[in-house]
């Protein structure tokens, strides 16, 4: 009987070793820590199969959300002007549907790019807000709330 607590409580400290473990480099990799959604595989799966119109190879999507703990998810847009609500809506409950599904999200805003394209009359800083008022409506509401500790990453140029 002893001998059955002793090996169960050795297979409790060696999950907490190896959850302290990803933790470690999913923080050193710029990445979130892994949470427990609560969701089944299948669950994680059909939010992340109802962002898109078409996936390639949907096992291989399934396999990506069984077997890494933090999958990673980029966005990455030029900073142009006003946001379409429909793009901002769709935008929003997309980002949120991910997270939900325990992905960290990423995004790239191409502030360079729209500076060269003479964006917002070529004003960097009017240009960056616009990028960071983008980035906001994505991550509304906020995902931190609503799911846990999941983090939105930005990028930028500058």
Request: hydrophobic share 45%; net charge negative; charged share 20%.
């Amino acid at each position: 009987m002893a001998d059955a607590a002793a090996v169960e409580m050795q297979a409790m400290n060696l999950e907490t070793e190896k959850q302290e473990v990803v933790a470690a480099l999913a923080g050193a990799f710029g990445v979130a820590p892994p949470i427990d959604t609560g969701l089944t595989l299948d669950e994680k799966y059909a939010l992340c199969r109802s962002v898109g119109e078409e996936c390639i190879q949907e096992e291989e999507l399934r396999l990506l959300l069984e077997k890494k703990p933090v999958p990673i998810c980029y966005d990455g847009f030029e900073p142009s002007g006003r946001m379409h609500i429909a793009q901002g809506v769709m935008k929003c409950l997309n980002v949120n549907k991910l997270t939900k599904a325990g992905c960290h999200f990423k995004f790239w805003v191409a502030d360079w790019f729209a500076l060269m394209n003479n964006k917002m009359g070529g004003d960097l800083k009017k240009i960056q807000k616009v990028g960071q008022v983008r980035v906001g409506v994505a991550a509304f509401p906020n995902p931190n709330t609503l799911f846990g500790p999941i983090t939105l990453t930005v990028y930028s140029l500058t």
